[in-house]
T-cell receptor, first 112, second 113 residues
Framework: GNSVTQMEGPVTLSEEAFLTINCTYT??????LFWYVQYPGEGLQLLLK?????DKGSNKGFEATYRKETTSFHLEKGSVQVSDSAVYFC???????????FGTGTRLKVLA | DTEVTQTPKHLVMGMTNKKSLKCEQH?????MYWYKQKAKKPPELMFV???????INESVPSRFSPECPNSSLLNLHLHALQPEDSALYLC????????????FGSGTQLSVL
């Protein structure tokens, strides 16, 4: 069946450091891939998405590229801020289903 | 309006109580979801309504009863819950086709005593 594997956290970085959070997946067919972010006490918000191989999703300085050859969708940001401190979830959607598979989440803490 | 609104934000209930969680969206979305999230865990799918019909029930105990009165509203009726049901309950919606992004509400933090 479909699955998502996400790197364990927590990840602690200094402000302006480079961020990578690894995400790999297994899936049949052609799923869509997502990164969601959850701030304390809130629901999840979509950060970015990609719907096919080689697509690059980007938003707020975050980027991730849908790599079919390595079945990966790693999240990157060139310079993190304290306000980026949150939990990040990689997720896989479909095809042909409303079931989204979420990774276990990676907690990011950015220190000033 | 790109919001999913959930009420109440916090709920404390006893094991013999009956309560309801409410979710509302006005984005014209035709798929609505209930997720349960325990602390430091990812959301777990409970139910999906597609075009106001129950599409997915992830073998959720009958003490949780979903209802979709119309395309904008989603309820979750709670009865005879157990302490282990304490969690953050998240409502989400999407356009109605597969693989679309989910819009989440802020959730209801439920404590069962």
């Amino acid at each position: 069946g479909n699955s998502v594997t996400q790197m364990e956290g927590p990840v602690t970085l200094s402000e302006e450091a480079f961020l990578t959070i690894n995400c790999t997946y297994t899936a049949t067919g052609y799923p869509s891939l997502f990164w969601y972010v959850q701030y304390p006490g809130e629901g999840l918000q979509l950060l970015l998405k990609a719907t096919k191989a080689d697509d690059k999703g980007s938003n707020k300085g975050f980027e991730a590229t849908y790599r079919k050859e390595t079945t990966s969708f790693h999240l990157e940001k060139g310079s993190v801020q304290v306000s980026d401190s949150a939990v990040y979830f990689c997720a896989l959607g479909g095809p042909g289903t409303y079931k989204y598979i979420f990774g276990t989440g990676t907690r990011l803490k950015v220190l000033a | 309006d790109t919001e999913v609104t959930q009420t109440p934000k916090h709920l404390v209930m006893g094991m013999t109580n009956k309560k309801s969680l409410k979710c509302e969206q006005h984005m014209g979305h035709r798929a609505m979801y209930w997720y349960k999230q325990k602390a430091k865990k990812p959301p777990e799918l409970m139910f999906v309504y597609s075009y106001e019909k129950l599409s997915i029930n992830e073998s959720v105990p009958s003490r949780f009863s979903p209802e979709c009165p119309n395309s904008s509203l989603l309820n979750l009726h709670l009865h005879a819950l157990q302490p282990e049901d304490s969690a953050l309950y998240l409502c989400a919606s999407s356009h109605g086709t597969y693989n679309e992004k989910l819009f989440f509400g802020s959730g209801t933090q439920l404590s069962v005593l």
